[in-house]
């Protein structure tokens, strides 16, 4: 008999390529899908979904009491900064707010893990239904990086690192030794394209994990749809961290930039 585990699902790869997953690890998954964020083909993936805006946290916690759910996890992008755009909340949505120490995406998502883990819930850590996905280091794509490249890439690697520890974003663009463009709320895709508006083309995509990441919250990837917003952009390397950061659709993004000479690797 199959297992039964709660996913929140936003935008992005990863809830489709966790379904999969999942199901071949013997899970069926209950999902609750976020408005705005999530892809409607999830729909062809599992039986049972329900949509919510993202501050309906109640409203989630007891749908997945009423399907039996025990276990769930966060999966892909969630846009909370879409709370700021509204100009009320719900009570319970306000609470959480003022119980965090801030404001940042991480401590929102920390204590709506609190609340459901009060409600009997515990957020798991979704990794488990991953390992397919992570790289070794390496160069995947039959263009390697040139000499100003790797140059590019040794200046904003520590400083990516930086920038993800500090909780501001975890994508960095560089062209010539000088930072283009720093991640912040609008995620790495929007990053690149703000990118290929103020510097043009040939400018190398850095992504790194934080020092601690804490994968229930928000684990990073890259893919197929990083690579298509990169060459549309005119970028020319995509350098992510290996072994901790999954790459979705591997072979389709590899195939996509080697038609367009686009670097990709993965390094420590």
Not at 10 to 30: F, H, L, N, R
Not at 31 to 42: F, N, P, R, T
Not at 121 to 142: E, H, M, N
Not at 232 to 239: D, F, Q, T
């Amino acid at each position: 008999m199959a297992k039964r585990i709660g996913m929140i699902a936003g935008s992005g790869d990863i809830p489709k390529q966790i379904i999969d997953q999942a199901e071949k690890q013997g899970y069926v998954c209950t999902v609750a899908a976020i408005k705005g964020e999530h892809d409607a083909s999830l729909l062809d993936h599992v039986e049972t979904l329900k949509w919510f805006d993202v501050d309906k946290v109640r409203e989630v916690a007891e749908f997945f009491k009423d399907q039996g759910i025990k276990e769930a996890f966060f999966a892909g992008k969630i846009d909370v900064m879409v709370l700021f755009r509204r100009k009320r909340f719900g009570k319970l949505a306000f609470n959480l707010l003022m119980r965090g120490k801030d404001w940042s995406p991480a401590t929102l998502i920390h204590t709506a893990i609190d609340y459901f883990l009060k409600q009997g819930i515990d957020i798991i850590d979704p990794t488990i239904f991953l390992s397919p996905y992570f790289c070794r280091a390496g160069v995947f794509t039959k263009t390697c990086p040139n000499k100003q490249d790797q140059e590019d890439i040794s200046f904003g690697w520590d400083k990516a690192k930086i920038l993800a520890d500090q909780d501001i974003g975890q994508t960095l663009i560089v062209k010539n030794k000088i930072v283009v463009a720093v991640e912040g709320a609008e995620g790495t895709n929007e990053t690149i394209s703000r990118a290929g508006d103020l510097i043009g083309d040939g400018f190398v995509v850095i992504k790194r994990t934080r020092t601690h990441q804490d994968p229930r919250i928000d684990l990073p990837g890259v893919g197929l749809e990083t690579v298509k917003r990169l060459v549309k952009a005119g970028g020319k390397v995509l350098c992510f961290e290996a072994d901790k950061m999954p790459f979705f659709q591997k072979n389709e993004a590899i195939q996509l930039a080697d038609m367009n000479n686009v670097s990709i690797l993965a390094r420590h």
